[in-house]
């Protein structure tokens, strides 16, 4: 992939010298995350969505959930330290992350929030994340990926 193609995740994850490989698609707004995941030729459960959320103290937060599961917003709530949390408007998903509705990463937002993701993560090998980009993603180490955003992990799916 030449330099100019590459997302700000992946020049994140070039710059802190993490391993990864990068994965692209011919995107369809239609596409469910089971999808994309049929297209990678992978299980659902390896592949990840990014959600962000705001609690009741006005703090944002990150969730990663694997694409076939539902973040349990008590659950999120309480691995935040929150009364409750909610998800923010697809309107502010770009001024505030830096990244458009089915691009959002956990790696490379405009500032750091408090991020977690699904315990399950850590039990594969490599796990896949958006690059940044509708159509782009990125495949790593869960441990890579947990040390590069600074991610926590906790039981956030119902």
């Given at each position: 992939?030449?330099?100019?193609?590459?997302?700000?995740?992946?020049?994140?994850?070039?710059?802190?010298?993490?391993?990864?490989?990068?994965?692209?698609?011919?995107?369809?707004?239609?596409?469910?995350?089971?999808?994309?995941?049929?297209?990678?030729?992978?299980?659902?459960?390896?592949?990840?969505?990014?959600?962000?959320?705001?609690?009741?103290?006005?703090?944002?937060?990150?969730?990663?959930?694997?694409?076939?599961?539902?973040?349990?917003?008590k659950k999120?709530?309480?691995?935040a330290g929150?009364?409750?949390?909610?998800?923010?408007?697809?309107?502010?998903?770009?001024?505030?992350?830096?990244?458009?509705?089915?691009?959002?990463?956990?790696?490379?937002?405009?500032k750091h929030?408090?991020?977690?993701?699904?315990?399950?993560?850590?039990?594969?090998?490599?796990?896949?994340?958006?690059?940044?980009?509708?159509?782009?993603?990125?495949?790593?180490?869960?441990?890579?990926?947990?040390?590069?955003?600074?991610?926590?992990?906790?039981?956030?799916?119902?």
């Open positions: 992939m030449k330099k100019e193609d590459k997302t700000n995740v992946m020049r994140v994850l070039d710059a802190k010298k993490i391993k990864y490989e990068s994965h692209s698609y011919e995107p369809d707004a239609t596409m469910s995350g089971d999808v994309i995941a049929g297209i990678l030729g992978e299980a659902p459960e390896k592949v990840f969505k990014t959600l962000v959320t705001q609690g009741k103290s006005g703090a944002y937060y990150v969730f990663v959930v694997p694409v076939n599961g539902e973040l349990d917003l999120a709530a309480k691995a929150e009364k409750s949390v909610a998800m923010i408007k697809q309107k502010d998903l770009l001024p505030l992350t830096g990244y458009v509705h089915g691009g959002c990463s956990p790696v490379g937002m405009k929030f408090t991020t977690f993701i699904h315990e399950t993560a850590p039990t594969f090998d490599t796990v896949f994340v958006s690059a940044g980009r509708v159509g782009f993603q990125v495949e790593l180490a869960p441990a890579d990926l947990i040390s590069v955003a600074g991610i926590k992990t906790a039981d956030i799916v119902s």
